[in-house]
């Protein structure tokens, strides 16, 4: 009888209470049942499963941490938890939730105002209306701070949006995306709520990409687009307001990785235990107990971590830097992970059907959204130096 694969050795999860627990569990037996049979098929195809979407509402979590509007009102930790339990089956749905639940409608909660909210985050709760969030442009990634190029200029009909906007998730579909652009008058960054028949919104699918496959990243063209003032965010009047919805969804990200990583030590794991080499199961050997052991004692950090970083953002002491700390360690180590997972799993390491390769591909965009390495690394380094190396 061999022991449990299970990748939270430390019994981490343990004081969750009764009902957070049944939720943690009702998201992986969804994962399970309900996702794990389709992603490999859609992953190859570059296509997103549709047909998830009424059985997401029937979950009922979306809106994750947010009170009223038909949300659950959970705390931030249950987000995280979410996150790392989607992403332990596919990092690509967990991405789809995280731009629906976490950046279309973080924005709106956080930015929006009161018709606002009543207005759209009811349906987005529902799934019946789909959001994406437009920060990146083509030239600009890393320096969105300071360096947004697609403009806003108020009208007597409305305000004109000009420019393109890249790598926009769920955008191929979204119903609304929330663009933000520099005002040509002020010069502050403002938000918007762009619906897609909006006359001069249009959006092209980003083909051939080598990581999340199933996320539908859009390259969208903003000419002389119409908006109306109800359509302005409200209480968005500068990058800093745009700052605070990334701040409250950065630390899902580091859990994000912690769940593929997670995934892939266990695929590795149930693998290494069934294949056999020289008449033993392959998990009988010093140097691949030596690559799960790695994986495990990077997992559990990773995990710890993240459980702690989501207390503080319950506590309200969680700042940038420390939602930054969790984001490159967590995605440095994933990468380390699931690259053991691959090494494991010998030339089936690269097969899409034993998931290892799905997840290999999927970590190289999660290092990179949300902030690269670098640019996370550098908002550490400016807290625990007192210099900014932005500048
Ligand atoms: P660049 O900014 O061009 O950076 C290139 C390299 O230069 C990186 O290694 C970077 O770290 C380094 N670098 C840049 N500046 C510095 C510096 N000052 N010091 C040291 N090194 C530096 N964006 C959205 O708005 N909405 C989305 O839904 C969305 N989804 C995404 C999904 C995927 C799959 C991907 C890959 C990206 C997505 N993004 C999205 C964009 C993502 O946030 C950016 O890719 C990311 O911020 C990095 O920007 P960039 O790709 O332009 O790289």
Redesign the pocket.
């Known amino acids: 009888e061999l022991p449990p694969i299970d990748g939270d050795f430390y019994d981490i999860y343990h004081t969750l209470s009764p009902e957070q627990r049944e939720i943690q569990l009702k998201v992986r037996a969804f994962m399970e049942k309900e996702v794990k049979p389709l992603v490999n098929h859609y992953w190859l195809r570059d296509e997103f499963p549709h047909e998830l979407i009424p059985k997401f509402q029937k979950l009922n979590i979306c809106g994750v941490t947010y009170e009223g509007y038909g949300c659950p009102g959970m705390p931030f930790l249950m987000e995280g938890v979410i996150a790392m339990e989607m992403a332990r089956i596919d990092a690509s749905i967990a ?1 789809f939730f995280g ?1 629906q639940s976490g ?1 279309a409608m973080g924005s709106i909660y956080i930015c929006g105002s009161e018709e606002q909210k009543q207005k759209w985050l009811p349906q987005m709760q529902k799934f019946e209306k789909i959001g ?5 442009e083509p030239e ?5 701070a300071g360096g947004l190029t697609v403009t806003c200029k108020k009208t007597p009909e409305g305000w004109i949006l000009n420019g393109q ?1 890249k ?4 955008a191929t579909f979204a119903d609304i995306i929330i663009i933000w652009a520099r005002d040509l008058d002020d010069g502050e960054v403002k938000g918007f709520i762009v619906e897609k028949d909006n006359p001069g919104y249009s959006v092209e699918k980003i083909k051939g ?1 080598m ?2 496959r199933i ?1 539908q ?1 859009g390259l969208i063209t903003l000419k002389d687009c119409l908006v109306t003032e109800e359509n302005r965010l409200q209480h968005a009047n500068s990058f800093k307001d745009t700052g605070k919805v990334l701040r409250m969804t950065r630390a899902g990200v580091a859990w994000m990785a912690t769940g593929c990583a997670r995934g892939a030590y266990e695929s590795a794991l149930d693998y290494t235990r069934k294949r056999e080499q020289f008449g033993k199961p392959i998990a009988s050997f010093q140097m691949i107990q030596g690559h799960l052991v790695e994986m495990l004692s990077n997992l559990t950090a990773m995990q710890t971590m993240v459980f702690r970083l989501s207390e503080m953002q319950d506590e309200g002491i969680l700042k940038d830097e420390h939602a930054s700390l969790a984001k490159v360690f967590c995605t440095l180590r994933t990468r380390d992970i699931v690259s053991r997972a691959r090494e494991v799993l010998g030339g089936n390491g690269i097969l899409l059907e034993y998931d290892v390769a799905r997840f290999v591909a999927d970590a190289e ?1 999660i290092y ?8 996370n690394s ?1 908002i550490v380094g400016r807290s625990i130096t007192g210099f900014s ?2 500048i």
């Open positions: 991405t731009v950046l994406a969030f437009g920060l990146t600009v990634g890393s320096g969105a906007k790598w926009i998730g769920n990409k990581a999340l996320v990243n965009a990179s959204y949300e902030g690269t390495k670098e640019i550098l190396a932005f």
